[in-house]
T-cell receptor, first 113, second 117 residues
Framework: GENVEQHPSTLSVQEGDSAVIKCTYSDSASNYFPWYKQELGKRPQLIIDIRSNVGEKKDQRIAVTLNKTAKHFSLHITETQPEDSAVYFCAAILSGGYQKVTFGTGTKLQVIP | NAGVTQTPKFQVLKTGQSMTLQCAQDMNHNSMYWYRQDPGMGLRLIYYSASEGTTDKGEVPNGYNVSRLNKREFSLRLESAAPSQTSVYFC????????????????FGSGTQLSVL
């Protein structure tokens, strides 16, 4: 089955700096890569996703890049703000048939004002 | 439109007791899931239901059973609770169908914090 590794497990940045979280996956057939944000005590919510036919996707201050050859993808947050503090989860999905989502172990991001 | 509704929000059980976590979605989604979240281990899939009438084991199914009661509802049952089942449980649903590039976004419930003493 799919295995997703996520690094780092914790990340502290100064407000206004950039943050990068990286994930690697094992199954080259995976073709959908979402990122979820979970604020303290809240439910995970999708913030951005990318499909295997695209190398990069941006949405305001967040972006995701995908390197299919190396089987890794990254979340980039620019101009970080205190409200970006949360746990971020990556996931890799193999489409077709039925859906089974494998999540990374999460990165706790702390943005220091 | 409430999305995914989970009950209860909190529960304390004694070892050996049983309970059922309820989940319902009002988005007409085909697929539903139960995850558990433990510190440092992310979200792990317990069971899922790709469509009404079907259920399949996920990564950590031991000690749990599920029922897809209808398209809206997917319940998780602990028959004999153990301390190792202390966790936060999330139900989720998605619109996913068998065609590629279909909407696979997961919508999560608000979670159930379960403690087994």
């Amino acid at each position: 089955g799919e295995n997703v590794e996520q690094h780092p497990s914790t990340l502290s940045v100064q407000e206004g700096d950039s943050a990068v979280i990286k994930c690697t996956y094992s199954d080259s057939a995976s073709n959908y890569f979402p990122w979820y944000k979970q604020e303290l005590g809240k439910r995970p919510q999708l913030i951005i996703d990318i499909r295997s036919n695209v190398g990069e996707k941006k949405d305001q201050r967040i972006a995701v890049t995908l390197n299919k050859t190396a089987k890794h993808f990254s979340l980039h947050i620019t101009e970080t703000q205190p409200e970006d503090s949360a746990v971020y989860f990556c996931a890799a999905i193999l489409s077709g048939g039925y859906q089974k989502v494998t999540f990374g172990t999460g990165t706790k991001l702390q943005v220091i004002p | 439109n409430a999305g995914v509704t989970q009950t209860p929000k909190f529960q304390v059980l004694k070892t050996g007791q049983s309970m059922t976590l309820q989940c319902a979605q009002d988005m007409n989604h085909n697929s539903m899931y139960w995850y558990r979240q433990d510190p440092g281990m992310g979200l792990r899939l317990i069971y899922y239901s790709a469509s009404e009438g079907t259920t399949d084991k996920g990564e950590v199914p031991n000690g749990y059973n599920v029922s897809r009661l209808n398209k809206r509802e997917f319940s998780l049952r602990l028959e004999s609770a153990a301390p190792s089942q202390t966790s936060v449980y999330f139900c989720a649903s998605s619109e996913y169908e068998t065609s590629p590039w279909a909407n696979e976004k997961l919508f999560f419930g608000s979670g159930t914090q379960l403690s087994v003493l």
